[in-house]
T-cell receptor
Framework: KQEVTQIPAALSVPEGENLVLNCSFT??????LQWFRQDPGKGLTSLLL?????REQTSGRLNASLDKSSGRSTLYIAASQPGDSATYLC??????????FGQGTELSVKP | EPEVTQTPSHQVTQMGQEVILRCVPI?????FYWYRQILGQKVEFLVS????????KSEIFDDQFSVERPDGSNFTLKIRSTKLEDSAMYFC??????????FGEGSRLTVL
């Protein structure tokens, strides 16, 4: 059974710092992995999708990497801003569109 | 930019009542999903729907739940007789092919 874990559970950084969020999964036979952002009481905004054959994806200040064999993904945020404050969710797709989510990392960027 | 829309944004209901949550997926998408998030917990898969039938469902999705795509645009989740533990945020998602899932803003269900 696929399990997805995200560490740390919460992170507080000053504005401008580069930071890394971690995601690990137990079953490496994944189809793809998706990172989401969730603001309090809101929906899930897709940030990046990495297919199982890919090593990384970039969008603006975000870079996500995938190491399938070790069951790990990281989300790198460059030059963090207060507007980046949110919960970041990692979700693994083993088949079809059934995503298995981690519990998220709650990020706070202080001005 | 196309988006998934959900209504209502918040519904309060009495235990035992029927609830219907509505979703309008992105128009050319083929796969549709319902997920839920109980406060403070992980987002959980409920059901997937393709070609007018359920393709997969979780253990949570028991006989009290049903889904329907009645008119080619709306995608609904019905809970026949709500329980206190059904209180959660329910998210609809849609997908074109085997790629990115796009989620709606969610419908918060409160069962009293």
């Amino acid at each position: 059974k696929q399990e997805v874990t995200q560490i740390p559970a919460a992170l507080s950084v000053p504005e401008g710092e580069n930071l890394v969020l971690n995601c690990s999964f137990t079953d490496s036979a994944i189809y793809n992995l998706q990172w989401f952002r969730q603001d309090p009481g809101k929906g899930l905004t897709s940030l990046l999708l990495i297919q199982s054959s890919q090593r990384e994806q970039t969008s603006g200040r975000l870079n996500a990497s995938l190491d399938k064999s070790s069951g790990r993904s990281t989300l790198y945020i460059a030059a963090s801003q207060p507007g980046d404050s949110a919960t970041y969710l990692c979700a693994v797709n083993n088949q079809g569109g059934k995503l298995i989510f981690g519990q998220g990392t709650e990020l706070s960027v202080k001005p | 930019e196309p988006e998934v829309t959900q209504t209502p944004s918040h519904q309060v209901t009495q235990m035992g009542q029927e609830v219907i949550l509505r979703c309008v997926p992105i128009s050319n998408h083929l796969y549709f999903y319902w997920y839920r998030q109980i406060l403070g917990q992980k987002v959980e898969f409920l059901v997937s729907f393709y070609n007018n039938e359920i393709s997969e469902k979780s253990e949570i999705f028991d006989d009290q739940f049903s889904v329907e795509r009645p008119d080619g645009s709306n995608f609904t989740l019905k809970i026949r007789s709500t329980k206190l533990e059904d209180s959660a945020m329910y998210f609809c998602a849609s997908q074109w092919e085997a790629g990115e899932l796009f989620f709606g803003e969610g419908s918060r269900l409160t069962v009293l």
